[in-house]
């Protein structure tokens, strides 16, 4: 089992940047593929990057392509969401999120993800 604690959050102007992290207690954390999902008021829990357990393979939602950037380190037990050009529409409560086997499947769902973090605001104003 692994328990996870994001941080970094925050209000932030659009254009600007944040890096979301996420940090893992217990064994094995390289054999856990991550996730990075989002949900906002009154909307279903979405689906937003995800990356494999060796960090070698990384999957974005059309959303955050090429201003996203997901990212691990292993020997930290962490995982990054590096996020740019911020725009109000990203406001959501970001949640982290581990799948065993380090594998990620298609289609990334939060169903395919076993453990969760409690989640951390990010507020984008315009």
């Known amino acids: 089992q692994v328990q996870l604690v994001e941080s970094g959050g925050g209000l932030v102007q659009a254009g600007g940047s944040l890096r979301l992290s996420c940090a893992a207690s217990?064994?094995?954390?390289?054999?856990?593929?991550m996730g990075w999902f989002r949900q906002a008021p009154g909307k279903d829990r979405e689906y937003v990057a995800a990356?494999?357990?060796?960090?070698?393979?990384?999957y974005y939602a059309d959303s955050g392509k090429g201003r996203f950037t997901i990212s691990r380190d292993n020997a930290k037990n962490t995982v990054y969401l590096q996020m740019n050009s911020l725009k109000p529409a990203d406001t959501a409560v970001y949640y982290c999120?581990?799948?065993?086997?380090?594998?990620?499947?298609?289609?990334?769902?939060?169903?395919?993800?076993?453990?969760w973090g409690q989640g951390t605001q990010v507020t984008v104003s315009s």
């Open positions: 999120a581990a799948r065993p086997f380090g594998i990620v499947v298609a289609p990334i769902t939060p169903t395919s993800f076993n453990y």
């Open positions: 217990g064994r094995a954390f390289s054999t856990y593929a």
């Open positions: 990356i494999s357990g060796s960090g070698t393979t990384t």
